[in-house]
Every structure is written in C-alpha cells, then in structure tokens.
C-alpha cells in the first residue's frame, strides 16, 4: 500500500524541477522494492499483481520526467495520414503549413525545440506502436497516453513470463525477474514517462528464449523487431557467432536482414536514410547526459588543453562507436561464448562498456542493462538503477546545468560495486585470500 501511494505523488503529484522531492520518493520506492523482494520473492501472484498495479497507478498520468510522448504522437498522427516521419521535421511542418495534424500546436510545443529541428529518430517498430496508440486515441493526447501505457505494460508482463522460463533453463532463480518487475526506476521510466526500452527488452528475451530451446530461425524476425524497437541489440550480433555457430550464424543472419528489410519497406524512401542516419548521429556528437568517462576526458580536455566543449563531444562521439566495436571483436574472440549464461555476460559487459563511455546515459537506457544482467552473475545493474535518479538533479536547475559532484558519487558507486563483482565473479578474491 506504501508503494502505491509513493507511485501516486509521483504521477500526480511531482514537478521534475522538485529534485529533493523526487529523490526522496525515489529512495522510499527503493526500499519498498528490496522489502518485497525479502518478504515474498516466492509469491509469485502477489509480485506480479503489486507490479500489475504500481502500472496502471499511472494510467491516465501524463508523464512528468520527460516530453519525449509528445513526438511519438506527432510521428502516429503522420503516419495515419500516411505520411512518412522520417521525411518532415515538424518545424518544416508548422513553419509551411504542410499538413494537417490533429493537436498540432499542443504536440509541437510540447516536444521542444531540439526534437521540433530534427527528423523522426525512432525506428519503424516504435513507429507501429505510435500509429496504434494514436488511432486508437481518437485525436486525443490522453488517449494515446493510455494506449501507449497499456502496451508496454503488456511487455513488461511478457518480460516476465519468458524471463521465469529462460531463467529456469540457465537453472536460476525465477524470482530474480522481479528485481525488473518491481523496479521502480522501470515503473517510472517505462510506464511512467513512456520509455520503450521495456518492449526492445521483451523481443531480446523472446529472441534469447527460442535461441536456447534451438529455435533459431523462429528467433531471427523476433530479434529484428527488437532491433527496430531501439538500435541496441545490434552490438550483440558479432557475440551470437561463437555461440550458434557458422552455419546456423548464417542463417540467423540472413533471416534477421531479410525481416528487417520487411519491417523498413512501408518507410523506404530516397531521403530515408540520409534522414534517419543524420539523426541518429547526433547522439554520437552533439549530446551529452549523465556521462561517465567521458565527464572526465572533457574536464581534462577544457581545464587543462583549452580544448572547446562542442569539439570535445563530437571528437569524442567519433570514437566510441569504434572502441565498442573493439570490444565486441575482443569479447567474441577471446571470451567462450559457449553457453547462454556466458553469452548473456559478454552481452553485458559490451553494453556497459558502452554506456561507460558514452557521452548520453539517459536514466532508462540501465533498463536494458538492469535486464540483462539478471542472467548472469553481475548485479551491479540494480545499484546502478537506484543511483542514476542523482542524474535527474540537471533538470532543477533553469539551465539544465548538471552536478558533476552528483555525478561522481554516482559512477564510483557504479564504478566500485562492479570492480568488486569482476573479481568475485572470477575467482580472484578467492585466489586472494589464499594467499594471504
């Protein structure tokens, strides 16, 4: 009931701005989620309906730690009008008169100005979801809220019965999937603030489950939608290599190409993607939140160099994805990708590696992290899950200025929990105690 009430004053009752507030009910919900998983991790119906209805607390909420919905109503009411999103930036739309659009002027406000400049960057996946929820919402903002909700909880849901099974397949405990159910950094980011990390998360388990039982060709288009749900799930496809084999690589592959070659074709255009690709670039070299290592490369490289911030991000965006695809071909080659549980943990060390780096760490981008991390040996994820709302501290301030001291306490908690699991996880604290 406790839980319930927090999650009520976080959907009604909360203004982003108030940041000792949120942190506050974002501890509470923390230590509501550790007592639950204590007192009743063998309750199954009980957990899954407290995670049912800590959901739909927010159902007719409108989000308050994001903006993001409203240009995923804005892409649904394009493509309804078939209209393709990727072709049109709104300002284009509104500053000429283009088309018609239903809550033109509350979606083309609402969204801000960066997302107005830019073309649609959510895949063609994301963009089915959108189309639905804004037909079904008959022209109305809420009601397309509404829809939006009902389907990634509906994935959430789905998450956990292919999670229990592929849990008990790696001969785990099936009571671990909880520790996402009952999250509330995913109730908040996902139902809450409309997020569709969760959805990408159901297709991967969905995929991964039929990778284990050897159905592998039925896996392929599953795993596609994933991809096309957010790009994610491309960073582990050198790793399925080792694990299925040459043969059967081939095959996934092929499938995997030709189903997203399927979900693309109703978007192809000439101009798709040069659009698309330039958009998607941007978080590579304009952006930055929440960031890890490269926090410290930029204070180094503006304190001490005089190098300017606009050049630091983008020369440093150059390189991440080329120190990821590095440690994707290490992690292939030298780690034994043999059995699903060791696939799942070079999955999850290439994920965070990347997210280490990376100049953007949204707070729900460790939703997928938090998820994969429950079939291995890692739980540094639910730490990390907890402590990523000190990024929410950059949204108090009129400037958007982040704490860079919040920030720290943040990635060495994150920083220092996953060391000690390295070595845990590897038999070198055990090694070490020997010798003493």
């Known amino acids: 009931m406790g839980s319930i009430l927090f999650y009520a004053v976080f959907a009604y009752d909360l203004e982003r701005e108030d940041f000792p507030k949120l942190l506050a009910l974002f501890v509470a919900l923390f230590f509501f989620l550790i007592k639950l998983i204590q007192f009743e991790k063998w309750n199954f119906k009980f957990l899954l309906v407290a995670g049912i209805l800590f959901r739909l607390v927010f159902l007719i909420a409108e989000p308050n730690l994001s ?30 008169s283009l088309f018609y659009i239903r809550n033109s002027k509350i979606l083309h406000e609402g969204m801000g100005e960066l997302s107005a400049r830019h073309y649609s960057n959510y895949p ?21 809220i509404v829809w939006m909700r009902l389907i990634i909880i509906a994935a959430d849901i789905g998450i956990v019965y292919f999670g229990r099974k592929l849990l008990r397949h790696l001969n785990q405990s099936p009571h671990l999937i909880f520790w ?7 109730i908040i980011e996902l139902t809450g603030n409309l997020h569709f990390e969760g959805v990408m998360l159901f297709f991967f388990i969905w995929s991964m489950y039929l990778i284990s039982r050897g159905k592998h060709l039925w896996a392929a288009p599953v795993y596609a939608a994933s991809i096309l749900m957010k790009l994610v799930p491309v960073l582990f496809l050198p790793l399925l290599l080792p694990f299925l084999g040459f043969k059967k690589s081939v095959v996934f592959y092929f499938l995997l190409v030709m189903s997203c070659l399927v979900f693309l074709a109703p978007f192809y255009s000439t101009a798709f993607l040069d659009n698309y690709s330039q958009t998607v670039g941007l978080w590579f070299s304009n952006f930055e939140f929440n960031a890890g290592f490269y926090n410290l490369v930029k204070t180094i490289a503006v304190g001490h160099y005089d190098e300017k911030p606009w050049e630091v991000v983008k020369d440093y965006g150059d390189l991440v994805p080329l120190f ?8 292939m080659v030298f780690r034994s990708n043999k059995t699903m549980q060791s696939l799942f943990t070079s999955m999850l060390l290439l994920l965070t590696g990347y997210y280490f780096l990376s100049s953007t760490v949204h707070p729900w981008y460790i939703v ?13 994820t639910i ?3 907890a402590t990523v709302v000190l990024s929410y501290f950059a949204y108090s301030q009129p400037d958007f200025k982040e704490s860079l001291r919040l920030l720290a306490i943040e990635y060495l908690l994150v920083f220092g929990y996953f060391g000690y699991e390295i070595l845990k996880n590897h038999n070198i604290l055990a090694s070490i105690r020997k010798k003493e």
């Open 383 to 385: 730490l990390w899950s």
């Open 368 to 380: 997928f992290l938090l998820g994969l991390s429950l079939f291995t040996h890692y739980r540094f």
């Open 180 to 186: 996402y159910f009952l999250n509330p950094l995913v």
């Open 124 to 144: 063609p996946i994301n963009q089915f979801i959108f189309t639905i929820s804004s037909f079904l919402g008959f022209g109305s903002v809420l009601g397309s």
């Open 324 to 331: 990821t695809l590095f440690l994707a071909l290490l992690l």
């Open 67 to 96: 903006q993001d919905f409203y240009r995923f109503i804005w892409d649904g009411e394009f493509i309804n009008q078939g209209i393709n999103p990727y072709l049109y930036t709104p300002n284009e739309v509104v500053e000429n």
